[in-house]
Nanobody, 124 residues
Framework: QVQLVESGGGLVQAGDSLRLSCAAS????????MGWFRQAPGKERDFVAG????????YYADSVKGRFTISRDNAKSTMYLRMNSLKPEDTAVYYC?????????????????WGQGTQVTVSS
């Protein structure tokens, strides 16, 4: 198993930026495809971005394309989500997820390991 811990959330104003981090420990996280998801109150957990284990492929939800950037540093066992031009509709709990494999999926059900989440609140 791999343990995931998110950090970097907070309260910001619309137009601001944040960088989320997801620190992995346990089995070798570099073997895992990883992703970021978010869940707003009363809504389903939605895919935000995903990255392959060697960073050669990245994927984004349409709602964040051009504003968010996913990256990872396998030497530090850490994944990041840089969020620019934040909007109030980006407000949610953000979760990182991982699963051993080379393919990135957008379905939350595919991932086997999850962090506890970090709150991002964007005020207008």
């Amino acid at each position: 198993q791999v343990q995931l811990v998110e950090s970097g959330g907070g309260l910001v104003q619309a137009g601001d930026s944040l960088r989320l981090s997801c620190a992995a420990s346990g089995r070798t996280a570099s073997n895992d495809a990883m992703g970021w998801f978010r869940q707003a109150p009363g809504k389903e957990r939605d895919f935000v971005a995903g990255i392959s284990r060697n960073s050669d492929s990245t994927y984004y939800a349409d709602s964040v394309k051009g504003r968010f950037t996913i990256s990872r540093d396998n030497a530090k066992s850490t994944m990041y989500l840089r969020m620019n031009s934040l909007k109030p509709e980006d407000t949610a709990v953000y979760y990182c997820a991982a699963r051993t494999g080379s393919i990135v999926y957008s379905a939350a059900s595919w991932y086997t390991n999850w962090g506890q989440g970090t709150q991002v609140t964007v005020s207008s």
